[in-house]
């Protein structure tokens, strides 16, 4: 297993926390705005439920999980299937193995990406291999999964309707699942992210598909590890089976609460406003400290570059008690960028920026 990345940034934390107005943490993608009333409500009110919940989700939650991919994903609500997942990280790091992947299997991932699709096929024995070309993969016939993501963690590049479609098609011909990690769909800026399970990409034909999504970024639960999983009802239901096996099951209070969050769009809005704002500020003040930004047209994170070692540019801006993720993390080609995430309070992003413009 590859070393747990966010360890070997524990000195550049240590630098940028002896700052004398204190660290601003835009290191990782962590809420840290208040959980909506709404949805603590429905936590609290589901809290006395002493008996297991299903594995599968509760009738309230599939039927909103059905309407919210139906609303927002364009997906068939008679032909998807879906399955709640104890956030969605546990999903993709699992995946692999709940598909009865392993030795000998190919496992595709983009070349900068998530560093848990690795960690996942890794988990499952199966081979790695960074591709953001199908022609790249030349004539193997060994794999068994591709794993898409766009919005990108951590670029924010947004892959076109007809780029997903060849993917699709290219696994289709193979028999290869696609996954694809939507979690940051509802956060698009400088371009409209489209799923997998939109008709423009699926033509309304789900089979080996799969898109993960996830509560935490839009509706500030990531300490519920509220997430789901759509597509293929036939992959959906060997995922259950495996599940119900493994006690891998979503605590009742935890699937109320997702049916609330997932019934009101009021409060994604205003989260959007704020990372918005946020985004604006940071952008501003890293173009006017020279850097360069990439894709970055979606999701919770810029992705700034001043052309030289990741690590370089990561103490350079501990040095200013700004700490951020060196591109490395998530793969040998995002080594001479960082990754800057818009989680911080007010107060703290206009603290990075104030640093950054006094430079």
Same mark, same amino acid.
């Given at each position: 297993?590859? $070393? ?28 840290v705005d208040p ?23 509760? @009738? ?20 998807v299937g879906v ?21 000998? $299997? ?20 199966? =081979? ?24 990108? !963690? ?5 892959? @076109? ?60 639960? *990531? ?28 605590? *009742? ?26 985004? =604006?500020?940071?952008?501003? *003040? ?28 990561? !103490? ?8 951020? *993720? ?5 793969? @040998?080609?995002? !080594? ?24």
């Open positions: 297993m590859p $070393d747990f990345p966010w360890d070997l940034l524990e000195p550049a934390k240590a630098l940028a926390g002896r700052h004398p107005d204190g660290i601003v943490d835009l290191s990782v993608g962590t809420p959980v909506p009333a709404l949805i603590q409500a429905a936590l609290s009110a589901a809290s006395d439920t002493p008996g297991y919940p299903l594995t599968a989700g509760s @009738p309230a939650l599939r039927a909103a999980l059905t309407g919210w991919v139906a609303r927002a994903c364009g997906a068939d609500p008679e032909g399955l709640p997942t104890i956030g969605s990280k546990e999903l993709v790091a699992w995946l692999p193995t709940l598909l009865g992947i392993g030795p000998g $299997d190919v496992v595709v991932i983009p070349q900068v990406c998530y560093p848990t699709y690795e960690v996942g096929a890794r988990l499952a024995g199966a =081979e790695v291999v960074r591709a953001d070309s199908l022609t790249a993969l030349g004539p193997t016939s060994r794999v068994r999964l591709i794993w898409v993501n766009s919005p990108s !963690n951590p670029t924010g590049r947004v892959l @076109p309707p007809a780029h997903l479609r060849k993917i699709v098609d290219w696994a289709r011909e193979r028999g290869v699942v696609v996954a694809s990690d939507e979690c940051y769909l509802s956060l698009g800026w400088e371009e409209t992210p489209t799923s997998v399970l939109s008709a423009e990409v699926a033509g309304g034909n789900y089979t080996n598909l799969l898109a993960v999504h996830s509560l935490s970024k839009r509706s500030n639960l *990531a300490g519920y590890r509220a997430g789901f999983v759509a597509g293929d009802r036939g992959l959906v239901g060997e995922l259950l089976a495996v599940r119900k096996h493994a006690g891998m099951i979503l605590p *009742a209070p935890v699937q109320a609460a997702m049916v609330a969050a997932l019934g009101d769009e009021e409060h994604v809005t205003e989260q959007r406003v704020r990372y918005a704002a946020r985004r =604006e500020v940071l952008r501003d *003040a890293l173009t006017k400290a020279g850097f360069t930004l990439g894709h970055s047209e979606a999701g919770l994170y810029l992705w700034a570059s001043r052309d030289e070692d990741c690590w370089t540019t990561v !103490n350079w801006l501990a040095e200013r008690g700004i700490l951020v *993720a060196p591109g490395d993390f998530y793969g @040998p080609t995002g !080594n001479r960028h960082v990754r800057v995430a818009l989680t911080a309070t007010d107060e703290r992003v206009a603290a990075a920026a104030d640093r950054l413009t006094a430079s």
